[in-house]
């Protein structure tokens, strides 16, 4: 119900940027967000937004990574700004969200299908 667009290969110093529209506009996403899964280890929190506009930054991304939402023709797209990527910055980066319908109490995860994020030294 995500879809994440954007990844590639970099070299280290680099940038890249990182979009995730869902395919249903009239959900309700809050907190939406990006992860990512390094090879061999866990998935991590990467950067979110809330509804309000305050954001969410892992302390290896502060001042580097900017998470930033925008709307063209009614329909909302987030974006991960990455600049001064390093070879740690190698991953698959996955767009999630806590998603729901307005007006309903009912809320459920939802993942993108992940891109992948290579960072050369």
């Known amino acids: 119900q995500l879809q994440a667009s954007g990844g590639g290969l970099v070299q280290a110093g680099g940038s890249l940027r990182l979009s995730c529209t869902a395919a249903?506009?009239?959900?309700?996403?809050?907190?939406i967000g990006w992860h990512r899964q390094p090879p061999g280890k866990q998935r991590e929190l990467v950067a979110a937004i809330y509804g309000d506009d305050t954001t969410e930054y892992a302390d290896s991304v502060k001042g580097r990574f900017t998470i930033f939402r925008s709307t063209n023709n009614s329909k909302a797209t987030l974006h991960l700004d990455m600049t001064s990527l390093k070879p740690d910055d190698t991953a698959v980066y996955y767009c999630n969200a806590r998603a729901g319908y307005p007006g309903s109490a009912l809320r459920w995860d939802i993942w993108g299908q992940g891109t992948q994020v290579t960072v050369s030294s």
């Open positions: 249903d506009s009239t959900l309700s996403l809050n907190p």
